[in-house]
């Protein structure tokens, strides 16, 4: 006869099996805890793929006649109303239904889980639409430069709305640098989010870019150093993101987001827990900040030197 504790034991496991839908093998978790990242081709279908395609147009369609930037539109630097140029929509999970019930969908969860364990709380999401002949690069970073955690069970999941192919700006990762330093992302005393690429040579002659089908989903540990180019092609490059991270990562830099309501709020499955688990992970704090700062491409301007090249 089973004690109370491990029934409720049970039943917890089976409500965390419900959850999984998509585990990811032994083989993709011993991947991804070695080189820092992962891609798992084929996740999404021609239609979970079309519901998220629409929204995006459908968000899109309202930047239509918009001056500047929004809280959902960061604007290309060629932006005008009249042609509207989105670099990127931000917190489409705030916006559509669509972006809110995939981060929750058990596919979703179970990759989700399988690399932070069964409590899993989000950070933020955002759509990075890098448009055909000039959607902005990214320059090389490290997202842990931006919201540093008490551990560092945090990563950043982005799903292919377009298929990454070399010329149209996939994102490059350099494969084992998560375990490595946090790199100073910080110039003339402000933090700009972005490394000098002259102290990174050597990581960014040996990165790999993430070429894919739309549908596919990647999956990259927050202090791996990643960056994209422009796009040059005749093709959009459109890239979902989520950062989501083990309910016990809490953030340093952030506080709670407003309140312990809200940062319990971001919780996807499992419980949260008021005891932070803390290990001996590097952190350099972002600030101070640099005058305009609201996006990671705001904050880039700021550096001394780009490594990629600036739409004309
Ligand atoms: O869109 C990309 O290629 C990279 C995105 C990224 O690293 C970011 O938005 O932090």
């Known amino acids: 006869m089973p004690s109370l504790h491990d029934f409720l034991q049970l039943m917890a496991t089976a409500n965390r099996r419900r959850i999984t839908g998509m585990e990811l093998t032994p083989q993709q978790i011993d991947f991804y805890r070695r080189e820092g990242y992962l891609v798992v081709h084929g996740v999404l279908d021609a239609p ?73 709380r989000m950070h933020t999401s955002k759509l990075n639409l890098k448009s055909a002949d000039y959607g902005a690069a990214v320059e090389w970073h490290q997202d842990w430069a931006f919201y540093p955690h008490t551990n560092d069970d945090v990563l950043a ?77 005749r093709r959009p490059r459109s890239f979902l993101l989520y950062e989501a991270m083990a309910a016990d990562a809490w953030p340093l830099a952030s506080g709670l987001y407003g309140s312990l309501e809200e940062f319990d709020a971001r919780m996807l499955c499992g419980e949260p827990s008021l005891q932070p688990r803390m290990t001996a992970v590097p952190v350099r704090m972002p600030v101070p900040k640099a005058p305009q700062s609201a996006s990671l491409y705001q904050s880039q301007k700021y550096m001394a030197k780009r490594f990629f090249e600036v739409a004309p």
């Open 157 to 233: 999941m982005g799903v292919l709305l377009d298929d990454f192919e070399p010329d149209n700006g996939p994102m490059m990762v350099v494969p084992r640098t998560h375990v490595g330093s946090i790199c100073d992302h910080h110039h003339a005393g402000v933090f700009v989010g972005a490394i000098d690429p002259d102290r990174i040579a050597p990581e960014i002659a040996r990165a790999v870019p993430l070429i894919a089908k739309a549908g596919s989903i990647t999956l990259h540990h927050a202090r791996l150093i990643h960056g994209s180019a422009l796009n040059t092609s």
């Open 48 to 120: 979970e793929l079309e519901r998220l395609r629409s929204a995006m147009d459908e968000l899109l369609a309202g930047a239509r006649g918009v001056a500047d930037h929004t809280a959902l539109y960061d604007m290309e630097d060629t932006h005008t109303p009249e042609q509207p140029r989105v670099r990127r929509l931000k917190l489409p999970h705030l916006h559509h239904a669509a972006f809110h019930d995939l981060i929750r969908s058990p596919k979703v969860l179970g990759l989700l889980t399988s690399l932070l364990g069964p409590s899993v």
